[in-house]
């Protein structure tokens, strides 16, 4: 039986996981932390990563999830719509819409979904070879393929392409939250000058909120909700009301760090690296984590159908690289402060949807149009 070890027990690591063992490798997770309470707190998954989902039985699960939604789009600071659209529309052009859930829901789907005994929290991977040597604190594993799920400051990227420029600095920081008890609300993400504040409801009666703005890195001490309330108190409601009903403790902040440039490759001997590991990317798109489920599975398919760690490589690096890019130019959007410079992108924004909202639509064919592979025969 072929053996996998994956280090990092994100959803990139645990999508991996359960795709390898259901192709019948043998697989151990390597987990730092002492138990599966993941960083973050809401996120998107959407129509491409469902589909990649379904491929390991976990796809319906996530859809159970989502909570039911009417209008969502894109806002000014006074309430106003820039852009609309509703759910059944996407749903329409893509055969599922966006699943909004707890980051800690989705992990304990995948999680589920692994045999007894696949995961080893507590576990520090010190080094792993292109040969397929992993070695922790305690062991030295041997695999024929080791899955690098280590996050955007991946030390096994580092290894294997030490002169790769790391991931820079965005220009933002982020702040995510969630509300409980935060009602009726409507899905939307908010532009001003600068900075971001998305809303977006939830099953059970909670709200998921995320914010940024454009700072210095490294400038988050305080009170965080405090902050968020000094930034963004006077924009249109619900976002006061959501801020004021949020626990002070439950902010999360992080500074944005993504990939300016390609990696040469997502592998390295029996080492194929996936998610924020291979192409750290801003979360403009809420593609971070759909891409590292693509990853993970396109990963699968590939080592069990004969396919070698190139063929993964070309399946997968020119498009996110793509994404990536491009998730950084809407971040470049947002980032404007100018009043001329945030008046004519709103402007263009309004008048695109207004006269053209089929293209912008469109535009996503590429991202959310994507199907995993299938086995031949």
Known sequence: MARAVVIGAGIGGLTAAAALQGRGWDVTVCERAPALEPVGSGLAVAANALRALDTIGVGDTVRGLSAVR???????????????????????????????????????ALHAALAPGTLRLGTTVLAADPGGEVRTEAETLRADLVVAADGVSSPIRATL??????????????????????????????????????????????TYCYATDTVPAGTGDGDQRAELLRLFGRWHSPIPELLAAAEPGDVLRNDVYHLTAPLPAMHRGRIALIGDAAHPMTPNLGQGACQAIEDAVVLAHVVSTGGDLAAYTSARLART??????????????????P??????DTATALTWRFASGRMTAAMDDVLGWRPPHDQG
Not at 82 to 108: C, F, I, P, Q
Not at 340 to 345: E, F, P, S
């Open 70 to 108: 009417g209008e969502l789009g894109l806002r000014r600071p006074d309430g106003s719509w820039l852009a609309r659209t509703t759910e059944e529309e996407a749903s329409a052009r893509y055969g599922d819409s966006v699943v909004l859930l707890r980051r800690a829901d989705l992990v304990g």
């Open 321 to 338: 690289a793509r994404i990536t890019a491009r998730s950084a130019s809407i971040c470049r959007a947002t980032r404007l402060r100018g």
């Open 340 to 345: 001329l410079a945030v008046r004519l992108r």
């Open 161 to 206: 392409f030490p002169g790769h420029p790391a991931p820079r600095y965005a220009g933002v920081t982020s702040w995510r939250v969630l509300v409980p008890g935060g009602g009726a609300v409507q899905a939307s993400e908010t532009w001003g000058a600068g900075r971001v504040f998305g809303v977006m409801p939830l099953a059970g009666g909670l």
